[in-house]
């Protein structure tokens, strides 16, 4: 049974820093994944990251600012997001379990991901 456990959302003001943490079990396989989803909105991916080759993707409006990467010995996820802005304002959820696509990369596709955290809060006022 793979269980991801999310942390580390909150409030913060434009310009701050988050860290979200992402703690699995039962889960070894490669590809992991943030999505987001604002009020409205459609679920997008943010960030993914094929462990085996440390390759990353993401998506065009956080690059720059946001940084996925993984500790296996600690079986967690983490998303650190600096220069936050208001349209970063949403639920986020760590996916793991998606397929890899040619060139080596996670699929970005919220569909392929089997397993799914419950999502923390991020919201950022200007």
């Known amino acids: 049974q793979v269980q991801l456990v999310e942390s580390g959302g909150g409030s913060v003001q434009a310009g701050g820093s988050l860290r979200l943490s992402c703690a699995s079990s039962?889960?070894?396989?490669?590809?992991m994944a943030w999505f987001r989803q604002a009020p409205g909105k459609e679920r997008e991916v943010v960030a993914t990251?094929?462990?085996?080759?440390?390759?990353?993707y993401y998506t065009d409006s956080v690059k720059g600012r946001f940084t996925i990467s993984r500790d296996n010995a600690e079986n967690t996820l983490y998303l650190q997001m600096n220069t936050l802005k208001p349209e970063d304002t949403a639920m986020y959820y760590c996916?793991?379990?998606?397929?890899?696509?040619?060139?080596?990369?996670?699929?970005?596709?919220?569909?392929?991901?089997?397993?799914w955290g419950q999502g923390t809060q991020v919201t950022v006022s200007s």
């Open positions: 996916a793991a379990g998606g397929g890899v696509i040619s060139g080596g990369y996670c699929s970005t596709r919220g569909g392929e991901y089997d397993y």
């Open positions: 039962g889960y070894s396989r490669s590809c």
């Open positions: 990251i094929y462990a085996s080759r440390g390759n990353t």
